[in-house]
């Protein structure tokens, strides 16, 4: 994820809002994703934004999204147990052939 | 029912030898890639695969050979393999490119193991 940059551990209490960031270089992406990875399995996306929204949300989950700083976050509200994951933002590039990950934030949520 | 599956779900080799991974999809998408995850769990793609043409191919060493029959399958053929090579591979499948959401929907991985 050398073009993708996100911080590689969260830790927060059960209840607790999490929020994970991460930064992305290419502007002309279309399409940004966040994926969310159980151990022993593969991706499962998440949610996503199209490039000309500036907020997404969808149940327990918000998306923003700063298209001058290239900058995207992912909120979690009331963060449960069962949300201990992977995390990885992801940017559609190359004409929508290549998805580039960032190196995926660990996310551990204490009882 | 499944997406995507690939098989086998875990591979156990000796160096130098060639192991294929085999890869179907059932969701009628266009493409498919090939993707490495390392110990670090960095995700690479490898290949991009477009109604069976090559789209992207990352610099992966020519040990490499992925194939499309038709757009439902992508297998990957590995020639002589390498220690490095350890790693658990992904394959996954998108509706085309263009300005449409180009969501990857992933397999479970087959988590290969050179000794």
């Known amino acids: 994820g050398e073009d993708v940059e996100q911080s590689l551990f969260l830790s927060v209490r059960e209840g607790d809002s999490s929020v994970i960031n991460c930064t992305y270089t290419?502007?002309?992406?279309?399409?940004l994703y966040w994926y969310k990875q159980e151990p022993g399995a593969g991706l499962q996306l998440l949610t996503y934004?199209?490039?000309?929204?500036d907020m997404k949300q969808d149940q327990r989950l918000t998306v923003l999204l700063n298209k001058k700083d290239k900058h995207l976050s992912l909120r979690i509200a009331d963060t449960q147990t069962g949300d201990s994951a992977i995390y990885f933002c992801a940017e559609s590039r190359t004409g929508g052939f290549k998805t580039i990950f960032g190196a995926g934030t660990r996310l551990f949520v204490k009882a | 029912d499944t997406a995507v599956s690939q098989t086998p779900k875990y591979l156990v080799t000796q160096m130098g030898n060639d192991k294929s991974i085999k890869c179907e999809q059932n969701l009628g998408h266009d493409t498919m890639y090939w993707y490495k995850q390392d110990s670090k769990k960095f995700l690479k793609i490898m290949f991009s695969?477009?109604?069976?043409?090559?789209?992207i191919n990352e610099t992966v060493p020519n040990r490499f050979s992925p194939k499309s029959p038709d757009k439902a399958h992508l297998n990957l053929h590995i020639n002589s393999l390498e220690l490095g090579d350890s790693a658990v591979y992904f394959c996954?499948?998108?509706?085309?490119?263009?300005?449409?959401?180009?969501?990857?929907?992933f397999g479970q991985g087959t988590r290969l193991t050179v000794v």
């Open positions: 996954a499948s998108s509706r085309g490119g263009g300005l449409q959401n180009t969501e990857a929907f």
């Open positions: 695969y477009n109604n069976k043409e090559l789209i």
């Open positions: 934004i199209f490039s000309n929204m």
């Open positions: 290419d502007s002309s992406s279309t399409y």
